[in-house]
């Protein structure tokens, strides 16, 4: 292995060699706690710390890096106490994640490290974000996120690096190539012949090199670093190493050949280190131990120290706020004039621009959103207002821009993700369920993300422009969930869940957009979320509904001005009001819960579930659901009016009525 130096003296390689030795040190006391059954589940790097390390060396310590599951070095170069590294894959109190998530499944801010969800893929679309916000701010700064190969297989991979280039955005993504994801060598991961010869793809740089160099890794990322904080764009770097050990400790490594391990041993990064420095004179084999005793007392003192701290002890009050960033609705809202009727649509959109104008860090991403107004023209006029970098088209990768989005909220941003229809959200799925929803309860810290969701049926569109999804949501701790009826509330709830620092998923009814209006505040007043709005009062039973349910059912106690009927629009879902359908219940003694959406396990089901349990003792009746039929939602006029819910409505309420 060839060293160069460079510029470094002495005291900078000894420095690098003792960053380098601290995670080898610290794996080799890992896997004697491992044996004894003193800790979990433990996935090692040994053989591979030359790339954290390097590369951690390299960066600043105000850019942010997104390391992987083999990264320590990335940590114990950021100079992590120890001891809160240990109390986090123990599990303690004062882990970084309260004993909520294991290993390097964390995020801190204070050391501008932002950790894997297990899922691999999705943290590089969150650089594309972190580093949009650098370059948005205008702060000349580099973003550092890891992949290894296995997971360049992942449409992540691709969704981040295309977005990156597209954008220009600087960040390097560094692929740690180690011959093996799990059990999976490299030739049934990839069919090309080198993972780097992908930038080209892309349209960006590609530079591959030793893994195992410390020096080279340094240099590089270096030199890669100070031409794209000038001028900004990514870099696909590829690191060749190889894993050492198995994919888990108790996974073992049968499949490797063992000239494999022969081979990449003779290459191993420390000791080659070591003997450079040793040549070079830069430091004395008599030094060796000394420096090994100073880092082998300091990780026993630690983990003494932490492994007797005391256990958790579970508090479901504790667990449940958690999943929350704590939010104070505004105590006083200006007076809602003057007034002016709106449509739906138009509400929505003077919603958004007034909380662009009142929020100068919000961002809307979306495909088409930007010159051409968006699918629905909900933008429009907005590029020339904001301008483009604020009102941002996007390529179609749902996953890569809610990605995005998070990226931009974890620097400082705020985001609202558009999807040109609701359905298409499955393409963002994960990133929506796994990161934004569950990013606060691991490690406190808030995601600032509104999705918009085009939803709903009558526009006889089919079952992939019209599907209801909402309780794909409403089950998912850690997203708020809201769905107004009406142009007044519409506006209101976008602004609430845009001031809102938690995730908030948006949905906007399609059916709805051009054909009701109502007078709608012109200054941005806020309808708080969780609260439910009795939009008619009545005697004889409660409809609880939302969206466009809201609508069916006026329209039937229109057409049935005899009966005393109490219609309940939810307007959210996650939190939704428990109170205000309670209330309802005792008061009328029958409820139906009305949906758009299908009917089993549809919304309606916990509405239900929640008045069979809670309000049994005042009920005449059973609780009756009317929802949509158990199969995808059909194109034809016909067929659709048959399969939504309104076609029974009628039935339902005499069945409801009559018991
Ligand atoms: C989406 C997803 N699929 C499967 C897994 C299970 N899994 C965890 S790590 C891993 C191998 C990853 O290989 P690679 O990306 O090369 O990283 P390495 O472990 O080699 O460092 C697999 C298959 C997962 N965590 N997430």
Partial sequence: MIFDRKSLNNENLIFFYKKLLLPRLIEEKMLILLRQGRIGKWFSGIGQEAIAVGSTLAMQNDEYILPMHRNLGVFTTRDIPLSRLMAQWQGKPSGFTKGRDRSFHFGTQEYKIIGMISHLGPQLALADGIALADVLAERKRSTLVFTGEG?????????????????????????????????????????????????????????????????????????????????????????????????????????????????????????????????????????????????????????????????????????????????????????????????????????????????????????????????????????????????????????????????????????????????????????????????????????????????????????????????????????????????????????????????????????????????????????????????????QASIITFGLGVHWALEYAEKHPELSLEIIDLRSLLPWDHEAVEESVKKTGRALVLHEDTLTSGFGAEIAAHIAEHCFKYLDAPVMRCGSLDTAIPMNKALEDQFLAKARLDETVEKLLAY
């Fill in 151 to 539: 997971a360049t297989s992942e449409g992540d991979f691709h969704e981040a690096l295309n977005i990156a280039s597209v954008w220009k955005l600087p960040v390097i993504f560094l692929i740690e190539n180690n011959g093996y994801g799990l059990s999976t060598p490299v030739n049934e991961q990839y069919n090309c012949l080198k993972l780097v010869d992908k930038a080209v793809g892309y349209g960006i740089e590609g530079r591959r090199i030793d893994g195992n160099n410390i020096l080279e890794v340094y240099h590089t990322i270096k030199e890669i670093n100070e031409s794209i904080r000038e001028n900004p764009r990514p870099v696909l770097l590829e690191c060749m190493t190889f894993r050492m050990r198995g994919h888990e400790e108790a996974s073992g490594t049968k499949y490797v050949p063992q000239n494999l391990f022969e081979w990449w041993a003779g290459k191993d990064p420390v000791a080659n280190f070591e003997k450079y420095l040793l040549d070079e004179g830069v430091i004395r084999p008599e030094w060796i131990p000394v420096f090994k005793k100073e880092i082998t007392t300091l990780i026993e003192t630690e983990f003494e120290k932490v492994y007797n701290e005391v256990d958790i002890i579970p508090d479901i009050a504790t667990e449940v706020r958690d999943m929350y960033q704590p939010y104070q609705f505004p105590v006083s809202q200006p007076a809602a004039i003057p007034a002016t009727h709106k449509r739906y649509i138009d509400a929505i959109s003077d919603g958004l621009r007034q909380a662009m104008r009142k929020h100068p860090n919000l961002v809307i991403m979306g495909q088409d959103i930007a010159e051409y107004g968006g699918a629905f023209k909900i933008t429009q006029g907005f590029v020339e207002e904001f301008g483009k970098p604020r009102v941002r088209n996007t390529p179609i990768c749902e996953s890569g821009i809610v990605g995005a989005g998070m990226g931009l909220a974890l620097n400082g941003y705020k985001a609202i993700v558009e999807m040109q229809f609701a359905d298409f959200v499955t393409c963002g799925f994960n990133q929506i369920i796994n990161n934004l929803a569950k990013t606060h309860y691991r490690w406190a810290q808030a995601v600032d993300v509104v999705v918009r969701m085009p939803t709903g049926a009558g526009t006889g569109a089919g079952p992939f422009h019209s599907q209801s999804n909402e309780a794909w949501f409403t089950k998912t701790p850690g997203l708020k969930v809201v769905y107004p009826a009406f142009p007044a509330d519409a506006k209101g709830l976008l602004l609430a869940a845009i001031d809102d620092p938690n995730p908030v998923i948006y949905f906007e009814h399609k059916y709805l957009y051009r054909s009701i209006s109502g007078d709608v505040p012109d200054n941005d007043v806020l309808i708080e979320i969780g609260k439910a709005n009795i939009v008619k009062q009545g005697t």
